[in-house]
């Protein structure tokens, strides 16, 4: 009888090791599989964020090869710079597809002349300026609401103008609803007041300049002369303004 007890209590007490044992395993089990539940999350994921930033780049790519098609910039041929630049526009206007780019203005073509550049820009609307220093660098502007000529002071609001550098790869929004972003006056060429303009015979004379209240009317200027190595004067090698649409 005595050893029929013993052999109960040590058949029970096995069994209690086996079902620690067995809850042990599950346990186990179920933190494996919520691990791999989480591994195939996370790759999933990591997946589909990679096609789809591929597929982007792709889209991304072949719409930067189609703007370079029409965009015939003798100043700008790197698809990088373009991107930078139409990237941006992009951003604040959805409407622009870029689907037409027109050449309004080349210095180089149609002469150094204030005149003749507001001849061929005024009126129009989504104007970029890309201007070539003498010293080599390149910077410019965009204007949504574009210039017109006055023969008195004309000051207008465009919170969608920015300033740009290329070689430093950095946009200058302008200050939102600050007056007198663009300048129109018949003498000067395309203008944003106090910050970015050039006068007649821009080729010789070094009048063409960055304003002193630059910083007033744009944002995120480290230096007020930083677009041109630093010089605020500087002669104009080439000029070009373009019409986007």
């Given at each position: 009888?005595e050893?029929?007890?013993?052999?109960?209590?040590?058949?029970i007490?096995?069994?209690?090791?086996?079902?620690?044992?067995?809850?042990?395993?599950?346990f186990?089990?179920?933190?494996?599989?919520?691990?791999?539940?989480?591994?195939?999350?996370?790759?999933?994921?990591?997946?589909?964020?990679?096609?789809?930033?591929?597929?982007?780049?792709?889209?991304?790519?072949?719409?930067?090869?189609?703007?370079?098609?029409?965009?015939?910039?003798?100043?700008?041929?790197?698809?990088?710079?373009?991107?930078?630049?139409?990237?941006?526009?992009?951003?604040?206007?959805?409407?622009?597809?870029?689907?037409?780019?027109?050449?309004l203005?080349?210095?180089?073509?149609?002469?150094?002349?204030?005149?003749?550049?507001?001849?061929?820009?005024?009126?129009?609307q989504?104007?970029?300026?890309?201007?070539?220093?003498?010293?080599?660098?390149?910077?410019?502007?965009?204007?949504?609401?574009?210039?017109?000529?006055s023969?008195?002071?004309?000051?207008?609001?465009d919170?969608?103008?920015?300033?740009?550098?290329v070689?430093?790869?950095?946009?200058?929004?302008?200050?939102?609803?600050?007056?007198?972003?663009?300048?129109?006056?018949?003498?000067?060429?395309?203008?944003?007041?106090?910050?970015?303009?050039?006068e007649?015979?821009?080729?010789?004379?070094n009048?063409?300049?960055?304003?002193?209240?630059?910083?007033?009317?744009?944002?995120?200027?480290?230096?007020?002369?930083?677009?041109?190595?630093?010089?605020?004067?500087?002669?104009?090698?080439?000029?070009?303004?373009?019409?986007?649409?």
């Amino acid at each position: 009888m005595e050893n029929n007890i013993q052999n109960n209590i040590k058949t029970i007490s096995k069994l209690n090791e086996d079902n620690t044992c067995f809850r042990r395993i599950i346990f186990i089990l179920f933190i494996l599989l919520v691990f791999a539940f989480i591994y195939d999350y996370i790759i999933y994921n990591i997946i589909n964020s990679l096609s789809n930033n591929i597929e982007n780049n792709i889209k991304n790519i072949l719409a930067i090869e189609k703007i370079k098609g029409s965009f015939n910039s003798k100043i700008i041929d790197s698809i990088y710079s373009i991107n930078f630049i139409f990237y941006r526009i992009k951003e604040n206007d959805k409407s622009l597809n870029f689907n037409n780019i027109k050449l309004l203005y080349r210095a180089s073509r149609d002469g150094d002349s204030t005149k003749n550049c507001h001849k061929l820009c005024d009126n129009k609307q989504n104007v970029l300026i890309i201007i070539k220093s003498d010293i080599g660098y390149i910077f410019g502007g965009y204007s949504k609401i574009g210039f017109k000529t006055s023969k008195n002071i004309d000051f207008k609001i465009d919170n969608n103008s920015f300033l740009f550098s290329v070689d430093l790869k950095r946009i200058y929004p302008a200050i939102k609803d600050k007056h007198s972003i663009i300048y129109d006056k018949e003498t000067h060429g395309l203008c944003f007041t106090g910050s970015l303009y050039f006068e007649d015979n821009f080729f010789n004379y070094n009048y063409n300049s960055f304003g002193n209240y630059i910083k007033e009317h744009f944002k995120d200027l480290k230096d007020k002369y930083e677009m041109n190595g630093g010089e605020k004067y500087f002669k104009i090698k080439e000029l070009e303004v373009f019409q986007l649409f």
